[in-house]
């Protein structure tokens, strides 16, 4: 079982850069892929970003792609999520999760993740 911590989260102006973290305790954090999802109030929750257990495989919603990157350190059970060049559209509640999942090719579905910290805000001001 894993227990997801978040930080990182803050407000910044449009165009400025967040590094979220994302702490795991419990056993095999790097057996595990490891996702970033957001969700504004009032809407669905939807994919960011993920990554594969060891680092090799990552994908990102389209919407964040060439301004996010997805990272992790297997040794700090941590996986990071660098924003840059923000927008206001970026602002929402970011949640970490994590799959246990052994290839390369991380899932970006709400379903297939069974752990997930509780969310950090992040704000971006305009």
């Known amino acids: 079982q894993l227990q997801l911590v978040e930080s990182g989260g803050g407000l910044v102006q449009t165009g400025g850069s967040l590094r979220l973290s994302c702490t795991a305790s419990?056993?095999?954090?790097?057996?595990?892929?490891m996702g970033w999802f957001r969700q504004v109030p009032g809407k669905e929750r939807e994919f960011v970003a993920a990554?594969?257990?060891?680092?090799?495989?990552?994908r990102y919603a389209e919407s964040v792609k060439g301004r996010f990157t997805i990272s992790r350190d297997n040794a700090k059970n941590t996986v990071y999520l660098q924003m840059d060049s923000l927008k206001p559209e970026d602002t929402a509640n970011y949640f970490c999760?994590?799959?246990?999942?052994?290839?390369?090719?991380?899932?970006?579905?709400?379903?297939?993740?069974?752990?997930w910290g509780q969310g950090i805000q992040v704000i971006v001001s305009s």
């Open positions: 999760a994590a799959d246990f999942r052994l290839n390369q090719r991380p899932n970006a579905g709400q379903s297939d993740y069974e752990y």
């Open positions: 990554i594969s257990w060891s680092g090799g495989g990552t």
């Open positions: 419990g056993r095999s954090f790097s057996s595990y892929a």
